[in-house]
């Protein structure tokens, strides 16, 4: 096992890359969300010669020692302490000697074909210095943070008064989701997620690897932006994947408002304090509102929960060998669920032994609209693992 004291090696130090493609994922005590994604990677690199990291920031549950004798090829960093995305993916990048980096989150399932999609049409793209995904959440619906423009104050403004929202295929207005792009095509956007963004190890060398000023959050937008002053393009390429949208960081929490608007004020004050200077100022008092009405939110999700009648038992539909159905079966009325085999259900429970990941991707997505409350769950046959949306029946 690799640990935090080594020497960093500059990104793209040697010419000849050994490897295609290195893929990096932080984690923060989500080790089956970790699993399940070194699984998917696993299918993913197939044709490409990868090498993975996992860098994990002091976890508590034992997650080093569970990954590493799952995954002895794997390379891990170990850290003694929490410290924040930026760095620990940094930490990777620096000892990595590939053609590409993927900055990949833990809560992320990646299609057989993705991998191999995007390196080609960057192989074909020299012009591109970091390319995003189609992301679908747990139940199929489209992430509108797969495609989105920089915050500048007009585009913020919009986006914080609801003006995005009321237009949101407007190029004026829904700037920030840039919904007025074919999601089915590829296309140049402004920034791309961080929780799926591969880059070209010759623009990293060229404008440095992620600010660590961003403990969490911003970083992508801060990435972003500097490869489009670089003179690099950011990309957005139509292959699917699924993000949880919630494993890798509680939202929920006062922290998280804290940290996420916090990096906003970093990004502005680092980029458009000059430019815009009197907007700056703005932005800022609409950021403070914005985080101000979380607040109030966040105190007042308990207080709903509280009054909220109790809500019937879920219900689980099953998807694969008889076999293993009976033992998903076992396990999930063990834990309370209500197992169906037709209706509205709010979980469909795919056997990674019986469907490729592209297969579930594509069954999630395309039951969306009949089915919007419904959402993705996978069975490990050879772990006995069933991993939700919320939860995870080990």
């Not at 793209?125 to 619906?141: D, K, L, R």
């Amino acid at each position: 096992m690799r640990n935090s004291q080594q020497q960093p090696i500059p990104a793209g130090s040697d010419a000849s890359h050994q490897y295609d493609l290195a893929v990096v994922i932080v984690n923060y005590n989500v080790r089956y969300y970790v699993e399940q994604c070194l699984h998917s990677v696993e299918r993913a690199s197939a044709g490409l010669n990868v090498e993975t990291w996992v860098v994990d920031n002091a976890s508590s549950d034992d997650s080093v020692a569970y990954l590493q004798e799952r995954f002895p090829h794997v390379h891990f960093i170990a850290n003694e302490e929490n410290v924040g995305f930026s760095r620990a993916n940094n930490q990777a990048i620096r000892l990595t000697n590939s053609r590409y980096v993927l900055l990949l989150n833990p809560d992320t399932i990646l299609s057989e074909s993705t991998l191999h999609d995007c390196v080609a049409y960057m192989d074909d793209h020299s012009n591109i210095g970091g390319m995003g995904v189609s992301m679908y959440g747990a139940n199929g619906e489209f992430a509108l943070e797969s495609r989105r423009s920089l915050p500048v104050p007009f585009t913020s403004f919009c986006k914080l008064t609801g003006l995005t929202a009321l237009f949101p295929h407007s190029r004026l207005f829904g700037r920030y989701y840039m919904r007025f792009l074919d999601r089915r095509q590829p296309a140049a956007i402004e920034v791309i997620s961080g929780a799926f963004n591969m880059l070209r190890s010759q623009a990293l060398q060229q404008i440095g690897l992620l600010d660590e000023t961003f403990f969490m959050y911003g970083e992508d937008i801060d990435l972003s932006y500097r490869l489009t002053l670089g003179g690099w393009d950011n990309y957005y390429y139509p292959s699917p994947i699924i993000h949880y949208k919630g494993e890798s960081t509680r939202k929920d929490t006062i922290r998280y408002v804290n940290i996420f608007y916090e990096a906003m004020i970093i990004f502005m004050e680092k980029h458009f304090r000059h430019r815009y200077h009197h907007a700056t100022l703005i932005f800022r008092l609409g950021i403070y509102l914005r985080a101000g009405l979380e607040y109030i939110k966040r105190f007042l999700n308990p207080l709903k929960r509280l009054i909220a009648r109790t809500p019937p038992p879920e219900r689980v539909m099953l998807m694969g060998h008889k076999n293993y159905c009976e033992a998903m079966r076992t396990k999930c009325q063990q834990a309370g669920y209500t197992v169906v085999e037709e209706g509205e259900v709010n979980h469909v429970i795919f056997s990674t032994s019986d469907y490729s990941y592209e297969a579930m991707i594509a069954y999630m997505r395309d039951h969306y609209k009949q089915h919007p409350r419904t959402c993705l769950g996978t069975y490990n046959p050879a772990t006995g693992i069933i991993i939700l949306v919320d939860r995870v029946l080990a």
